[in-house]
Every structure is written in structure tokens, then in C-alpha cells.
């Protein structure tokens, strides 16, 4: 069985290697040639695969960069999930977006400068508008769980200081799924503010800042239940 594990987890990689190589050589032809004058068929070509093999992977040419926005929506809230227990839910969400949109990183400035390019597009392309939307939804999905989870491992832990049983299970409040969509679009608009602008991916005006001012512009809002 642990040679089935493995060979899933190999296939798994590689799989995930090819949609990220197409998704790199479709940002590079849309900026290259426009979206609009490339075809699958090109990407495939560039790519060196076969058209059967890239629709296999995407069923448009616009969702062949999803792989792109993904990567970028789903670090910042996986950077969540690292920042530091003791971190208030708002500080949590601050040390994240410093960590995921920082441009020192030559990965990470390069990474941004592929969003900045697609989101540009997006804007006179209701299906890459779609793509990007689909990746922020499902960034949001995972911040949820990980807010979750900080929220529960706390309320464990206040419940066992006290000496009382551990918290049940419960559906998750409004309060929490309120918290992950505002913060969500707080970090999506300073993103696409930035895109907008040519202001460069560092400083007060890069998205890092810019997301963090967002979040810093809800104040009082209740990020978690009690």
C-alpha cells in the first residue's frame, strides 16, 4: 500500500507540475501576443503538449492561469495558518500579508508582477475575471478553515486552563464567515489597487501596504466570536 501512496504522490506532482508550466507559458503569451490572439492550440504548442493534453488540464485558455492566481490567493491564507499562536486574529491577518506579498522575495515580486499583468487583462475580460474570482472565492474557503481552527485551538486552550471539558463541535459561526470575506476582499482590493497603478510591488504603495491599509480601515469590526 505505501508503493500506491507513493506512486499517487509522485503522479500528483507531476500533474501539478505540467498545470503550473502551461499556466506560465499562457501569462506569457497573453502578455506577449494579447489574450485575445491566443489559442489554446498556441499555449499548447509553447508549452509542448499536446492540445488533448492541455484541455485535459483547462477547458478554456483563460482558465489555464488559474494555477497563477491560485498560487497567490491561497498563500496569503496559508500564511495565516503559520502566523504565530499567540497572535490576535487581526494581528494574524496583518503578519500574512506581510509575509505573502512581501517583494523581497525575487519568487514572490515575480509572482506578483504575473497577477499584475493578468489582472490588467481581467478588466476587459469578463472569463479571466471569472478565473480570478473563482481563485479569491476559494482562497476565501481556506482562510475560513484556518480562522476556524485558530478559534477553536484557543477556545481549547481557555477551556483547559479552566479545567473544563473540551468545546464541542459547532457549526461555524457568522461571526467567523463574516471575518474571512471581509479580510478576503480587504487583501483582494489592495491587490488589484496596486495592479492597477505602476507603482512597484515594494514600498507604501505596493500591495503588501496597500492591503495592510485596507485591513487597518475596518477599525472596530469583530474579527472573531468570543
Given at each position: 500500500?505505501?508503493?500506491?501512496?507513493?506512486?499517487?504522490?509522485?503522479?500528483e506532482r507531476r500533474k501539478a507540475a505540467t498545470r503550473l508550466d502551461i499556466a506560465r507559458t499562457a501569462a506569457a503569451l497573453f502578455v506577449?501576443?494579447?489574450?485575445?490572439?491566443?489559442?489554446a492550440e498556441d499555449i499548447a504548442r509553447a508549452a509542448g503538449v499536446a492540445p488533448r493534453t492541455f484541455y485535459r488540464y483547462f477547458p478554456t485558455?483563460?482558465?489555464?492561469?488559474?494555477?497563477?492566481?491560485?498560487a497567490g490567493a491561497q498563500m496569503w491564507a496559508e500564511a495565516v495558518r503559520g502566523a504565530p499562536a499567540d497572535l490576535s486574529v487581526p494581528d494574524a491577518l496583518r503578519h500574512a500579508v506581510a509575509e505573502a506579498l512581501t517583494a523581497d522575495d525575487p519568487?514572490?515580486?515575480?509572482?506578483?508582477?504575473?497577477?499584475?499583468?493578468?489582472?490588467?487583462?481581467?478588466?476587459?475580460?469578463p472569463a479571466l475575471?471569472?478565473?480570478?474570482?473563482?481563485?479569491?472565492?476559494?482562497?476565501?474557503?481556506?482562510?475560513?478553515?484556518?480562522?476556524?481552527?485558530?478559534?477553536?485551538?484557543?477556545?481549547?486552550?481557555?477551556?483547559?486552563?479552566?479545567?473544563?471539558?473540551?468545546?464541542?463541535?459547532?457549526?461555524?459561526?457568522?461571526?467567523?464567515?463574516m471575518a474571512a470575506g471581509v479580510a478576503s476582499t480587504a487583501v483582494r482590493v489592495g491587490v488589484e489597487t496596486w495592479a492597477a497603478?505602476?507603482?512597484?510591488?515594494?514600498?507604501?504603495?505596493?500591495?503588501?501596504?496597500?492591503?495592510?491599509?485596507?485591513?487597518?480601515?475596518?477599525?472596530?469590526?469583530?474579527?472573531?466570536?468570543?
Open positions: 500500500m505505501a508503493g500506491i501512496s507513493t506512486t499517487e504522490t509522485l503522479t506577449a501576443d494579447g489574450l485575445r490572439a491566443t489559442r485558455k483563460e482558465e489555464a492561469v488559474a494555477p497563477l492566481f491560485a519568487a514572490n515580486a515575480e509572482s506578483l508582477e504575473w497577477i499584475r499583468s493578468l489582472l490588467r487583462m481581467a478588466a476587459e475580460s475575471q471569472a478565473v480570478w474570482g473563482s481563485a479569491c472565492h476559494a482562497s476565501e474557503a481556506t482562510l475560513l478553515a484556518v480562522l476556524e481552527e485558530r478559534v477553536r485551538e484557543r477556545t481549547e486552550e481557555r477551556a483547559g486552563e479552566a479545567g473544563g471539558a473540551d468545546a464541542p463541535l459547532t457549526p461555524v459561526p457568522l461571526a467567523l464567515r497603478s505602476d507603482a512597484p510591488a515594494a514600498g507604501e504603495l505596493g500591495p503588501a501596504a496597500l492591503a495592510t491599509r485596507c485591513l487597518a480601515s475596518l477599525g472596530d469590526f469583530s474579527w472573531a466570536p468570543a
